[in-house]
Structures are given as structure tokens and as C-alpha cells.
């Protein structure tokens, strides 16, 4: 955790990796570790899934990269008055291929090798220094996926979890703000919301490679209940800005306020409602979040016996 609060996961695994490349430039597996490092840097992503999609792209962009620079260099060996020439040609020519192949994201690491290749030690063996160049850099992409599958792997569900348990308390203050006539705010709802959905999104890309995954329909169904909360929730600013809102009787009042001492766990029924509008968005946001507490509280229990 502090590793994470003081400079990030994802940068934790990034030096990780770059110091085992940098090593492995010490040995017969990697003949110069700048392009290692370098692959290693441009491969790392927020998730492994990402990570492998980018990793398989870039490894391609590299050995285009290195085949592109091949070409022109021996062009340049021919005709070294051109240098400079072929080297802008050779840019544009790997650009046009890298979009032409879908691998947009890959034009960086293929023009890194492309140009090491041209500008590169010409009284070495052109096609052994091609070789070698695309072999170092497609070891450091490796390097960085296997270090963001293995080492200090995203923990998605446990902040997940962490989103939900606030959405969870930002509601209860919310209906707390409605029995004690206090201005009723979204934005914070919206905004955790949206961190929800962003962290879901993440943890539904690396879902297959947990190795003890939760299910995926108890998730949806969380993710839907926040959203619904966010609904109703608006729906009851609504009418508080078109003046339409409402006091609970104090019947109602005492029913929400034995809910929440109660854990947000029991079933609640208001009675008599004044406004059949108003209590009808507060008694499903109740609803949904007795739902909601009933999950998170099952997967707190799934990430303590991880």
C-alpha cells in the first residue's frame, strides 16, 4: 500500500522490469540493453490484458521496424550522399505500414529500431545488426509482460470494492441529508460513479487472468445497483429544484432511520407516503442499497480469504 500511495503500481513494475532487462543486457541474451529497456518501457501497461495485446503489437511493430530499417540501410550503404534522405523515407514508410497494419500504437518502437538500424554500426554485419536489434527490444517487451502478469498484478477488485463501500456511504449520508433538510449534492456520487466504472472496466479486461475470479453477474448486477442509486438520487433533486420535494412523515422517517441502525440489510416498507413520487425514489434507493451492502459484503469476505 505504500508503494502504492508514493509512486504507483504500474511505475513500481516498470523500474521492476527495467532493472531485470538492464541485467539481462549482461548476459548472452541481450547484446546491447538500451533497446531492451526501451521495449520494456513502451510494452508496460495498467493491465495485463493490455499488456499482452501490446505487447504481441509492438513485437510485430519492432520486427517491421527492423525489417524497413534493413532496406534502407543498405540503400544508405550504397549511396551514403542520401543519408538523411532515407532516413525521412524510411519514416514515412514505416508510419504509412504501422497504420496500414493496424499498428497504430506500435509507430513509436517501430521508428525507435528503424532508425537505430540506419544510423546504426555499419561495420558490423547489416542483417546480424537488424537481428540483433529487433531480438533486445522484443526481449524487453517480454521482460514487461511477464512482470505484469507475475509481480505485484493489479488488485481491480479490491478497489472495486473499495468504490462500492463508498458509493454505499455517500448514499446513506445522502438520505441522511434528506431527513435532516440539509442541500442535496451529487457531484461526489457522480464523480466515485465514474471512478466505478473506469476500475470495472479494468478488472473486466484482466478478469480471465485472476486466478480466483468472483462472478461476473453478482459484479454487473453491483454495478447496476450503484447506478440506479445515482438514479433515483437525481430524481429526488429533481423535485427538490422544481419545489415539488417533500418532508417523509415521521412514520417513514423512523422506518429509514431503523434501516440504516440495522445495517441496511432488512427489507423496508414506508407507509402512507405524502408524495407517492418522492418516497417511491427513496424507498429504491434504499432497496438498491441493501443489495449493494449485501455484496460488497461478500466480496470483502472473497478478498480476505484470497
Known amino acids: 500500500m505504500l508503494i502504492k500511495n508514493l509512486v504507483g503500481m504500474r511505475t513500481a513494475k516498470t523500474g521492476i522490469a527495467v532493472i531485470i532487462s538492464a541485467y539481462l543486457g549482461q548476459t548472452f541474451l541481450v547484446t546491447n540493453p538500451f533497446y ?4 520494456t518501457i513502451f510494452a508496460m501497461q495498467n493491465t495485463v490484458k493490455n499488456s499482452f495485446t501490446i505487447g504481441r503489437n509492438r513485437i510485430l511493430g519492432t520486427v517491421l521496424g527492423a525489417f524497413i530499417g534493413f532496406l534502407f540501410a543498405i540503400f544508405n550503404l550504397t549511396h551514403p550522399l542520401f543519408h538523411p534522405l532515407y532516413i525521412g523515407l524510411a519514416i514515412i514508410f514505416t508510419i504509412v505500414c504501422c497504420n496500414a497494419l493496424k499498428l497504430s500504437g506500435s509507430i513509436m518502437i517501430s521508428l525507435t529500431v528503424c532508425v537505430s538500424i540506419i544510423v546504426g554500426d555499419t561495420d558490423r554485419s547489416l542483417l546480424a545488426y537488424a537481428f540483433f536489434r529487433t531480438t ?8 514487461s509482460l511477464l512482470v505484469n502478469y507475475f509481480i505485484l498484478q493489479p488488485n481491480y477488485l479490491g478497489d472495486l470494492t473499495e468504490e462500492m ?3 454505499e456511504a455517500i448514499s446513506i449520508d445522502f438520505v441522511k441529508s434528506i431527513l435532516v433538510h440539509k442541500n442535496l449534492n451529487l457531484d461526489i456520487l457522480n464523480t ?3 471512478r466505478l466504472d473506469a476500475v470495472y472496466k479494468n478488472y473486466s479486461a484482466d478478469r480471465k487472468y485472476n486466478k480466483n475470479p468472483v462472478s461476473s453477474q453478482k459484479l454487473k448486477q453491483a454495478i447496476e445497483a450503484c447506478h440506479n442509486i ?3 438520487a437525481k430524481c429526488i433533486v429533481n423535485l ?3 419545489e415539488d420535494f417533500t418532508d417523509l412523515n415521521p412514520e417513514n422517517r423512523l422506518k429509514i432511520i431503523e434501516f440504516f441502525a440495522e445495517g441496511n440489510k432488512n427489507e423496508i416498507q414506508l407507509v402512507e407516503p405524502i408524495d407517492p413520487i418522492f418516497e417511491y425514489h427513496i424507498h429504491e434507493m434504499l432497496y438498491q442499497l441493501k443489495f ?4 460488497t459484503e461478500g466480496l470483502s469476505e472473497h478478498l480476505e480469504n484470497e
Open 136 to 143: 533486445d527490444t522484443s526481449m524487453g517487451i517480454i521482460v
Open 240 to 242: 427538490e429544484e422544481e
Open 192 to 194: 466515485e460513479l465514474s
Open 230 to 232: 445515482y438514479f433515483h
Open 165 to 167: 463501500e463508498k458509493i
Open 36 to 39: 531492451a529497456v526501451m521495449g
Open 292 to 295: 449493494l451492502t449485501n455484496i
